[in-house]
Each structure stands twice: as structure tokens, then as C-alpha cells.
T-cell receptor, first 113, second 112 residues
Framework: GAVVSQHPSWVICKSGTSVKIECRSL??????MFWYRQFPKQSLMLMAT?????????EQGVEKDKFLINHASLTLSTLTVTSAHPEDSSFYIC?????????FGPGTRLTVL | RKEVEQDPGPFNVPEGATVAFNCTYS??????FFWYRQDCRKEPKLLMS???SGNEDGRFTAQLNRASQYISLLIRDSKLSDSATYLC?????????????FGQGTTLQVKP
């Protein structure tokens, strides 16, 4: 099956710093990728849709200035959590769409101290 | 009302048991439905898509009831390795946008 990678797999940072998470589709091109967030014992919440070559579309309640998304190529989307705070600590997962199937990356666990 | 709802469980069953999960969705225009399996601290992995006529994959059977707006997953002959959280996912809206809305997940614990 298709492979999606994420980097880093985990990160610990101080409050106020920015963190960039990369999502790559390794063996296919993805014009659309999705970013999800999952808090402990909760479900995945769709944050935004990343579109190659155009602006991302954000779900209601997700601050676009805080969660910057860049989809500069057909195989890479990045999510930057700006000025991270402890409440941003979560499991961030990307997915890339190939035909009608979504393939998920392994996730990035962010801990903000 | 949440867009997709599941009973979080946990469901504790003995090996060999049959267990069923339901998931309800609120948007009657939704067209695509899926069951994912998520192990602790891992990403979700697609278990199966759910088709209108129902579909089976080995010990797993998925059903869709459009009239009542729910999907179900039946696991027969449970194995210890089936212990995980099962997430239902619904494509938001009538068109296949790829935007998946997930339920809270149902935790299954299969015991020897």
C-alpha cells in the first residue's frame, strides 16, 4: 500500500516556540493532504485540508494563523504550530489521499512544556 | 449532536466471542463510510470500507443502514490481537472530498 511518513515522530518544546511537522507521501503524489489532531482518549479531529499550490482550508474553530500549513510540492505538506502552548500538546496526524483511499502518517506527538 | 457518534465502550469479551459495534452519523448526504483500527499511540489503519450492500472480509463484516443512518462492524471469533480501538469514519458531505469525520472510537479488549 501507499506510504506516508511524518517527521519528527515526537517533539518536546518550550512554550512560545514554533514547531514544524512534515508529512510526505513516499511513493505517490498527493494534491490533497489532511491534518488531524488527537487529544488523549478522544477521536481524531480534522484541522485542515492542505492543497498543493493553494491555500489550506481550515475547519471551524482552527486558527489559521496559529497552525500554518504549506503544501509546496505534490509529496510534502508541512504544519507549523506557531507560539506553541501546553494546550497544543497533542498527537498530530497527517493523511494523504490516493484515489479514494486515505493513507495516514505515523503521527507526531507534540509536548509543549 | 456530534457528526459521528460511537459508544466508547470498553467492550470486554472472551476469545472466540462475536462482538458488534455501531456508529451513527448525522449528515444524511454522506456517501462514504469506513472502519479504522487504531492501536495505542499509533495512527489509524483502514480496516475496511463500508458498502451499501454490506461487505465481509474474513471475520469482519460491515453493514450500512442509510434509513437509520448508522454503520456497524461485526467481528466473529475474536482474537487477542483484535484488542484495539475501532474508529468509524464518514466522509463529510455528499461529494467525496476526502474530509473524514471520525467517531470517538470504541475500545475492544479481548481476554483469554
Amino acid at each position: 500500500g501507499a506510504v506516508v511518513s511524518q517527521h519528527p515522530s515526537w517533539v518536546i518544546c518550550k512554550s512560545g516556540t514554533s514547531v514544524k511537522i512534515e508529512c510526505r507521501s513516499l511513493d505517490f503524489q498527493a494534491t490533497t493532504m489532511f491534518w488531524y489532531r488527537q487529544f488523549p482518549k478522544q477521536s481524531l479531529m480534522l484541522m485542515a485540508t492542505s492543497n498543493e499550490g493553494s491555500k489550506a482550508t481550515y475547519e471551524q474553530g482552527v486558527e489559521k494563523d496559529k497552525f500554518l500549513i504549506n503544501h509546496a510540492s505534490l509529496t510534502l505538506s508541512t504544519l507549523t504550530v506557531t507560539s506553541a502552548h501546553p494546550e497544543d500538546s497533542s498527537f498530530y496526524i497527517c493523511s494523504a489521499r490516493r484515489l479514494d483511499t486515505q493513507y495516514f502518517g505515523p503521527g507526531t506527538r507534540l509536548t509543549v512544556l | 449532536r456530534k457528526e459521528v457518534e460511537q459508544d466508547p465502550g470498553p467492550f470486554n469479551v472472551p476469545e472466540g466471542a462475536t462482538v458488534a459495534f455501531n456508529c451513527t452519523y448525522s449528515n444524511s448526504a454522506s456517501q462514504s463510510f469506513f472502519w479504522y483500527r487504531q492501536d495505542c499511540r499509533k495512527e489509524p489503519k483502514l480496516l475496511m470500507s463500508v458498502y451499501s450492500s454490506g461487505n465481509e472480509d474474513g471475520r469482519f463484516t460491515a453493514q450500512l443502514n442509510r434509513a437509520s443512518q448508522y454503520i456497524s462492524l461485526l467481528i466473529r471469533d475474536s482474537k487477542l490481537s483484535d484488542s484495539a480501538t475501532y474508529l468509524c469514519a464518514v466522509n463529510r458531505g455528499a461529494s467525496n472530498t476526502g474530509k473524514l469525520i471520525f467517531g470517538q472510537g470504541t475500545t475492544l479488549q479481548v481476554k483469554p
